[in-house]
């Protein structure tokens, strides 16, 4: 079974700051989901990630295959960002997705 | 082109009654999957459907839930005889292809209360 973990579990910071949210998981996966889930409950896909890196806006997501973690990083961040960020993986083999708990993220302005 | 839809967005049954969550996946996506959210907890995996076929069940329950998603109209998720641990937030994601090869599209959830 693949364990899903994330932290920090919560991150306060100031806006502007750069933010980094860390996800570590246990056996091989074919894909890995970065997700925002807003305090209304919708969840967005913000990126799917294989290998390398990937951009969008002020967001990046970056994985190592090989050590098995994945980083989400939000420059200039803002008082918008504030949300939770989920790390979901899609084993080898298998479509349904393992999530973290989650890292519930509040930007101050 | 719509979003993914479900419906209704809260569901409020009484303990033993049925409750049906609906999902109508973006157009042009043939793959459906189910998540729960408890209270608290992370979201969890419950079933991946194509048209008209069940693909992997695992995180199913085995009794009281079914799902479908047949030829025409959404897919459904179906609880019988609810009971109050049943009361979570359901979310419904579409794709054109797996989760495994393409991002997924999320529904806005529904909200199943048990009295």
């Known amino acids: 079974k693949n364990e899903v973990e994330q932290s920090p579990q919560n991150l306060t910071a100031q806006e502007g700051e750069f933010i980094t949210i860390n996800c570590s998981y246990s056996v091989g996966i074919s894909a890995l989901h970065w997700l925002q889930q807003h305090p209304g409950g919708g969840i967005v896909s913000l990126f799917m990630?294989?290998?390398g890196k990937k951009k969008h806006g002020r967001l990046i997501a970056t994985i190592n295959i090989q050590e098995k973690h994945s980083s989400l990083h939000i420059t200039a961040s803002h008082p918008r960002d504030s949300a939770v960020y989920i790390c979901?993986?899609?084993?080898?083999?298998?479509?349904?997705?393992?999530f973290g708990k989650g890292t519930h993220l509040i930007i101050q302005p | 082109n719509a979003g993914v839809m479900q419906n209704p967005r809260h569901l409020v049954r009484r303990r033993g009654q049925e409750a049906r969550l609906r999902c109508s996946p973006m157009k042009g996506h043939s793959h459906v999957y189910w998540y729960r959210q408890l209270p608290e907890e992370g979201l969890k995996f419950m079933v991946y459907l194509q048209k008209e076929n069940i693909i992997d069940e695992s995180g199913m329950p085995k009794e009281r839930f079914s799902a479908e998603f047949p030829k025409e109209g959404p897919s459904i998720l179906r609880i019988q005889q609810v009971v109050r641990g049943d009361s979570a937030a359901y979310f419904c994601?579409?794709?054109?292809?797996?989760?495994?090869?393409?991002?997924?599209?999320f529904g806005s959830g529904t909200q199943l209360s048990v009295l």
């Open positions: 990630l294989s290998s």
């Open positions: 979901a993986v899609s084993p080898g083999g298998a479509d349904g997705l393992t």
């Open positions: 994601a579409s794709s054109p292809r797996t989760a495994r090869d393409e991002k997924l599209f």
